[in-house]
């Protein structure tokens, strides 16, 4: 297993340290379809990457919790959107992760493999298929085109164009710890 950061064991944390793990590790988190802990107790995939900068870690376990558990997108829009990001920056964990999600939020795995492949997934909804045309948009380009703007602005509003830009920023940043830790994917992705 490669981790370019040491797996950090609940017994050896700092007190900030395990304050973090133990919101990481605690429910609504804890209790979805990926495995964010090997069976040791330490953390897999992002997670461990920010039990090594426990202020910054918290603040962004915090957002992350906040786009997931409390945000406004529709689950199968988020789930798709997070999907595409995994896939553009070859964020292995994110996508073995949400594509679990997005599984169980009702997205097909038809448009999963059209997602991989770079399709937009024919059954989209409109709403669907502006989230993602916006998500390639700003994962590409300096600025969101017009029409791809209009377009997302009718179906998301003000508030669901900011929820959805900080959601692929949140997601763009978890791929960047993913990379600089090597963090692989859980052996064992099944049991958790």
């Known amino acids: 297993m490669s981790n370019r950061l040491p797996l950090l064991q609940p017994d050896s944390m700092d007190q900030s340290q395990r304050r973090l793990y133990e919101e990481i590790t605690a429910p609504p988190r804890a209790n979805g379809p990926f495995r964010i802990m090997y069976d040791d107790g330490a953390l897999a995939g992002p997670f461990n990457a920010l039990l ?15 786009l997931r558990f409390g945000g406004t997108l529709p689950d199968r829009t988020r789930e798709l959107v997070i999907c595409a990001v995994a896939v553009a920056l070859e964020a292995e964990y994110e996508w073995y992760a ?36 916006f998500t390639g948009a700003l994962l590409r380009e300096a600025s969101i085109p017009d029409a791809v703007h209009a377009q997302t602005l009718e179906y998301l509003g003000h508030q669901g164009i900011v929820e959805l ?3 692929v920023g949140y997601y763009r940043t978890l791929a960047g710890l993913l990379a600089v830790a090597d ?6 992705p099944v049991s958790q």
């Open 165 to 167: 830009t900080v959601l």
């Open 98 to 133: 949400h594509s679990r999600v997005a599984l169980a939020v009702g997205v097909t795995a038809a448009e999963l493999d059209q997602l991989r492949a770079g399709v937009l997934p024919e059954s989209a909804s409109g709403c669907e298929s502006a989230a993602l045309l």
């Open 183 to 188: 963090a692989p994917i859980p052996a064992d």
């Open 52 to 66: 090594h900068s426990p202020a910054i870690g918290n603040a962004v376990q915090a957002l992350g919790a906040a």
